[in-house]
């Protein structure tokens, strides 16, 4: 990560607002809505709606490292980015950088 | 009548027509179109889609489905009426259309038995028969009420034109304000079938139906195609019937009498949240079970038995959103039930 230049990324939270089993849906300058996800000690960010039917996923559970999608029940490891249970397809994730007590994200080139 | 273009993620474009009174998920939906949805009353959030071109008039700006639009231009399609020609577009694909069709279909509503001091039996008489499977519910006008309201049918009468409601009184009036207080009959336009909590005795599964208040209503439709064609030798299907207390309690005569017509192939339980069962209960309907209790932790010894045997149930939730959405959290974390074996419709 450090071959990226600093305006790759953007600040998402500070690193105090997530704690292991939390998410947290914050919008991106770009219009991404991206869920930032505690879990085992880092901060993981994946895209905030479901790609089967578009679903907020803040509303769904996120249990260790298994989030699942409240409406059809997709899941996802988001640590290993495997596909659990009915999913099919995958969730996108970002690169995420912890700096100072922040968390920041860096947005894929086309908004999801 | 109004133009509506609506295309999915993949680039796929399906056409309908819609007039100014009608919502666009309604339309939609009617003229076969796999728009996505759920409760298809403003509820859910499911069927929200970006306007690209045109106008329409939000019904109901502050529908709590309303919170998962968060980018400019998102609408929910089941409060949206086209002005004049509209394209909108989806984030998510078309789903398969409705099995069976869904139809509009005008009834007439009547009461039929009061069951307690604010749930009722209403019969719906309609102008011609309609085909729909156990489990699944309709979207039901009535008179001088913006918006329909979301009801499961109670029976699984395949070819009849009427079938019944289950409906309770709620605090505040709106649509059960009408219903109860009108002594006439009461003139409704369906839209139906819908849902797809549906139960397949071809499936040859047994079923764990988890119930709270007025959600047995769907459950007793799928009770009663069991009842009626199986699944033959697939085990024992369960019923955990949730309620506050017994002086609010409701269908047990129905619940005790299928159990006994099932001859072991069911058990019903009955769990009271804020009393216990008299005696005097217990003895009047002694098939079934009752206990103490919030449904979805009842249910969880009986889940634990169940998903251990010969073969897999399917698993019902249905009441009101709060207790459905803590049966299925509690479903798939802590029972580690499979979320395929798992069907629901979240409305209320």
Redesign the interface.
Known sequence: MTDLVEQDWVPACARSEISDGDKLEV?LPN?D?VLLLGVNGKVIAVCA?CP?????LAEG?L?GSVL?C??????WDVESGEML??AELPLPSYDVREDAGQVFIRPHSVAL | MNKIVVTDRTGESQRFDASDKMRILHAGLLAGVGL?H?CGTGT???C?AKLETGEIADLWPEAPGR??C??PGEVLLCQSAAVNDVSLS????F?PPLRPACERVKGRLTLEETLTDDVALFRCTLERPLVYEAGQFALVGLPDLSGPRAWSMIDYTPGAAHFDFLLRRAPGGGASAIVFDTSDELDVELIAPLGQAIFDPDEGRPFVAIAGGSGIAGMLAILARAEAEGPVNAGTSHIVFGLRDPDSAYLLDRLDAAVSQMNGALRVTVAFSDAPASALLQQAHANLIFTEGLAHDVAAPIVEQAKHGDVKPVYFVAGPPAMV?AT??HL??VLNV???D?RYD?FG
């Open positions: 919008e219009g809505f709606d089967h039917q578009d679903t907020p559970s249990i699942t409240p409406v059809h029940f997709w899941q249970g009915p | 996505p759920e859910c959030g499911m929200k919170r998962s968060r980018r989806l984030r998510s694909a789903s959405d299925l959290q798939l974390t499979a979320a395929e798992v979240r």
